[in-house]
């Protein structure tokens, strides 16, 4: 039973251009998102987050959009650069304990 | 300021030997976290702790021990090592009222 889907196992997108990575959840009672981002042979390191009272969040050249009626969020990177090729986790929490509940990742490979 | 480091960071069993793996911050976090990341499925939690001399089971804590004797330590044990436990190992760890964990770098476990 995932609860939090991440449907596309890959990306790949031209340098500058627009990368576009989703994230689907079933439980409604999560209240916080986040995004990790992962190179290989390290820990993911916490990317952006967004609150379920918020609909977007943006830092720099990231943004987190949530639509809480179709139980869907995206991470928007713009402009996407090389150094942006990594596995992206999209994770969900509403538990005691801040557990987080993790989307099976997406490669995102940006090309030069 | 190291934030979370695991140790060892990789490892050979064979099948019913026994090891443990310990995670360690210096953030003076009081949650501390164990996953196991296996591909196309993401991070699964395997136990938590919400504070010294607390643990808890996870999505996946079936063959794991855990153990959290002093707030900056939070080892997994692993009794009788199965090929199935092949994987990569992190900890993480966050504060009580952030959702943002702090990921340590992962152990490469191989169960022969």
């Known amino acids: 039973d995932q609860q939090v889907k991440q449907n596309s196992p890959s990306l790949s997108v031209q340098e500058g251009r627009i990368s576009i990575l989703n994230c689907d959840y079933t439980n409604s009672m999560f209240d916080y998102f986040l995004w990790y981002k992962k190179y290989p042979a390290e820990g993911p390191t916490f990317l952006i987050s967004i609150s379920s009272i918020k609909d977007k969040n943006e830092d720099g050249r990231f943004t987190v959009f949530l639509n809480k009626s179709a139980k869907h969020l995206s991470l928007h990177i713009v402009p996407s650069q090389p150094g942006d090729s990594a596995v992206y986790f999209c994770a969900a929490s509403w538990e005691y304990g801040n557990k987080l509940v993790f989307g099976a990742g997406t490669i995102l490979r940006v090309k030069s | ?112």
């Open chain 2, 1 to 112: 300021n190291a934030g979370v480091t695991q140790t060892p960071k990789f490892r050979v069993l064979k099948t019913g030997q026994s090891m443990t793996l310990l995670c360690a911050q210096d953030m003076n976090h009081e949650y501390m976290y164990w996953y196991r990341q296996d591909p196309g499925m993401g991070l699964r939690l395997i136990h938590y702790s919400v504070g010294e001399g607390t643990t808890a089971k996870g999505e996946v804590p079936d063959g794991y021990n855990v153990s959290r004797l002093k707030k900056q330590n939070f080892l997994l044990g692993l009794e009788s090592a199965a090929p199935s436990q092949t994987s990569v190992y992190f900890c993480a760890a966050t504060g009580l009222a952030a959702y943002e964990q702090y990921f340590g770098p992962g152990t490469r476990l191989t169960v022969t």
